[in-house]
């Protein structure tokens, strides 16, 4: 079946640092790729998305290039701040049928100032 | 973007009580619901997909008669927990879906079962 396998966490780094989430997935077909974020006390919420081999989606200063080759789909920023602290979950979505969004196991980011 | 609340953020029960938890859509209509449990530091495992006025699409392995779901209008749907035990603690988070596929989620319902 598809699957999400997100990089174990949980990750902590200093404000400033370069960040990388690794997401990989398994599937048929060409499926959508998403980042939701999830804050402290509060629900996931879509962070970004891409829909086809290539895509890159972006948001907020994170980025994510949809690797049909590698099937990944890693997020990366540049600088991170203390504000990104939260859980981040990588899904994936067929593109036809159901709108059911299979999510990986999520990775905690803690930012220390 | 779009509010989803859910409804309460977190409860507390007896084993064997059953345990009511409302999803709604603030501010949209929503023709899909879905209903997701997350146990710590695992991933959401989807357990039903709620249509409104129709009967709720359960995951393989998810029991129906366990695990009730009502989607009664657009704007609301609950999941009731029934005969809870301790083994039924988790995290149960809702999600609603616009017409144009994007998803809103809610805040997520803690349950503990004593």
């Known amino acids: 079946g598809d699957s999400v396998t997100q990089m174990e966490g949980p990750v902590t780094l200093s404000e400033e640092a370069f960040l990388t989430i690794n997401c990989t997935y398994t599937?048929?077909?060409?499926?959508?790729l998403f980042w939701y974020v999830q804050y402290p006390g509060e629900g996931l919420q879509l962070l970004l998305k891409?829909?086809?081999?290539?895509d890159k989606g972006s948001n907020k200063g994170f980025e994510a290039t949809y690797r049909k080759e590698t099937t990944s789909f890693h997020l990366e920023k540049g600088s991170v701040q203390v504000s990104d602290s939260a859980v981040y979950f990588c899904a994936l979505r067929k593109n036809q049928g159901a709108q059911k969004l299979v999510f990986g196991q999520g990775t905690r980011l803690t930012i220390n100032p | 973007g779009a509010v989803v609340s859910q409804h309460p953020s977190w409860v507390i029960c007896k084993s064997g009580t059953s345990v009511k938890i409302e999803c709604r859509s603030l501010?949209?209509?929503?023709?899909?619901m879905f209903w997701y449990r997350q146990f710590p530091k695992q991933s959401l495992m989807l357990m039903a997909t709620?249509?409104?006025?129709?009967?709720?699409?359960?995951e393989q392995g998810v029991e129906k008669d366990k695990f009730l779901i009502n989607h009664a209008s657009l704007t609301l749907s609950t999941l009731t927990v029934t005969s809870a035990h301790p083994e039924d603690s988790s995290f149960y988070i809702c999600?609603?879906?616009?017409?144009?596929?994007?998803?809103?989620f809610g805040e997520g319902s803690r349950l503990t079962v004593l």
């Open positions: 999600s609603a879906s616009l017409l144009t596929g994007e998803l809103f």
């Open positions: 599937a048929t077909g060409y499926p959508s």
């Open positions: 501010d949209f209509q929503a023709t899909t």
């Open positions: 891409a829909t086809k081999a290539d």
């Open positions: 709620s249509n409104e006025g129709s009967k709720a699409t359960y």
